[in-house]
């Protein structure tokens, strides 16, 4: 069974460009998204799996682009190469409940 994390961030800074640092953030380090669920321009909801020693590296990059909630007291082993689940949502300070996206339509 995995081990699994929630991690809480918050960001002031543009949306687009704090989730294009994220992106970036979990790729350097090696995070694989495997489920994401955007709630207008308010929050992201990404369910991340990552290696167990790359956890606290990806915390502490992470810290640097949001404010990020502390990490769990949890034993981490910096050798293991177990898979761990995180769930992160990053709220966006500030959004305004009215993102759209058009869809353009397509001919058929």
């Known amino acids: 069974m995995l081990q699994k994390l929630n991690w809480e961030a918050h960001s002031n800074d543009d949306r ?3 989730i294009e640092a994220v992106k970036d ?3 350097s380090n090696d995070a694989c998204i495997l489920n994401f669920n955007m709630f207008s321009d308010l929050a992201l909801s990404l369910s991340l799996e ?3 020693n790359k956890i ?3 915390h502490l ?3 640097k682009l ?17 898979e761990w689940l995180i769930f992160l ?6 959004g305004t409940r009215e993102l759209k996206n058009k869809i353009p339509s397509v001919p058929g």
Do not use: H, R, W, Y
């Open 16 to 18: 687009n460009k704090t």
């Open 89 to 94: 949502n990053i709220a966006f300070g500030k």
């Open 56 to 58: 606290l590296a990806l």
């Open 25 to 27: 953030c979990l790729s």
């Open 61 to 63: 990059s992470l810290s």
């Open 66 to 82: 949001v404010n990020l909630s502390d990490m769990e007291i949890v034993q981490i082993n910096p050798n293991s190469k177990k």
């Open 50 to 52: 990552v290696e167990e």
